[in-house]
C-alpha cells in the first residue's frame, strides 16, 4: 500500500515536473532570442 | 490563471473527494493526469496536422509555424503520458512496460514526433523544412487513430475504455468527472505554451529579415 500512494506521488511529480522544465525551457529560448533581437537591431541602426 | 485554478480545485477533488478505487487502491488517480494529457497531445497533434494540410495547400510559412508550435507543446503531453502510464503499469502490472498494441503504437507516435522535431532542426531552407515537416506531420497523425482503436482492435494488456464517451466505458461519474476539469486545464494550458512558442518564432522570423536587411547594404 505504501508503495501505492509512493508510485501515485513519482506520478504527479513527474507530470508536473514535465510541464515546468518546459516552461522553464520557453522562458530561457525567450529571452534569448529577445537579446538576439536587440542585438540585431543595435547593428542595424549602427549602419 | 484559469488553468492554474482548475488544476488546484482538482487536486483538492482528487485527494479528498475521490476515493481510492476498490482493486488498485491509491494508484488509480494517476490516470487523472494520465488520460488528460494524452487526449491533449492527440487533439495537438489532429490540429497541427489541419496546420500542415493549410502549410501545404496555401505554402503560407505561418501555417509550418502554427503546426511547428502545435506538435512541440503536444509532445510534452504525450511525454507525461507515457511517464505516468509507466509508473502506473509498475503497481498495477508489476512492470514498467510491456510491447502491446496500446503502448506501442503510442510510443511509435512519440518517436515520429521526436523525429519531427529532429527534422526540423536538420534543414536550414525554411520551404524545404515546411514542406518536409507538414508531410510527416500529417503521416505521423495516422498514428494517432491507430493509439486510440488500439484498445478496441487488439487484445491488449492495456486497460480497455474506460471514458462514458466510448463504448465498455464503466467509471463511477463523481470518478470521471475529475478527468474532463483536467482535461480542460491541460487544454487551456496547452493554447497558452503554444501562444507562447508562435510568438517566439515570430521573434525569430523579425530576427532573420532584420539580418536580412543588415546584410543587404
Given amino acids: ?47 | 490563471m484559469l488553468s492554474g485554478a482548475i488544476l488546484a480545485w482538482n487536486l483538492h477533488t482528487m485527494f479528498l473527494r475521490v476515493p481510492d478505487e476498490l482493486n488498485q487502491g491509491a494508484i488509480f488517480r494517476i490516470i487523472y493526469f494520465h488520460v488528460p494529457s494524452a487526449i491533449t497531445s492527440f487533439t495537438g497533434f489532429f490540429f497541427a496536422m489541419f496546420a500542415s494540410v493549410a502549410y501545404l495547400a496555401s505554402k503560407n510559412l505561418r501555417f509550418d509555424a502554427i503546426a511547428a508550435s502545435i506538435n512541440e507543446v503536444s509532445l510534452a503531453f504525450a511525454t507525461i503520458t507515457l511517464i505516468t502510464g509507466s509508473l502506473w503499469g509498475r503497481i498495477a502490472w508489476g512492470i514498467w512496460w510491456t510491447w502491446d498494441a496500446r503502448l506501442t503504437s503510442y510510443f511509435v507516435c512519440w518517436l515520429l514526433y521526436v523525429g519531427y522535431l529532429m527534422l526540423r532542426r536538420a534543414i536550414d531552407d525554411p520551404t524545404t523544412r515546411a514542406r518536409l515537416c507538414a508531410v510527416l506531420s500529417i503521416f505521423a497523425c495516422a498514428d494517432i487513430v491507430i493509439v486510440w482503436k488500439s484498445i478496441e482492435w487488439f487484445r491488449t494488456q492495456h486497460p480497455g475504455p474506460v471514458l462514458s464517451i466510448r463504448n465498455g466505458g464503466g467509471m463511477a461519474p463523481g470518478m470521471e468527472a475529475p478527468i474532463w476539469w483536467n482535461l480542460l486545464a491541460l487544454l487551456l494550458l496547452s493554447t497558452v505554451l503554444i501562444m507562447l512558442r508562435m510568438r517566439q518564432d515570430a521573434i525569430g522570423r523579425e530576427i532573420d529579415s532584420l539580418r536580412r536587411y543588415a546584410n543587404a547594404f
Fill in chain 1, 1 to 47: 500500500m505504501d508503495q501505492n500512494y509512493t508510485f501515485m506521488f513519482y506520478g504527479f511529480t513527474a507530470a508536473w515536473l514535465v510541464v515546468i522544465i518546459y516552461v522553464i525551457s520557453i522562458a530561457l529560448r525567450e529571452r534569448k532570442l529577445r537579446a538576439e533581437l536587440d542585438r540585431v537591431k543595435r547593428m542595424v541602426e549602427g549602419k
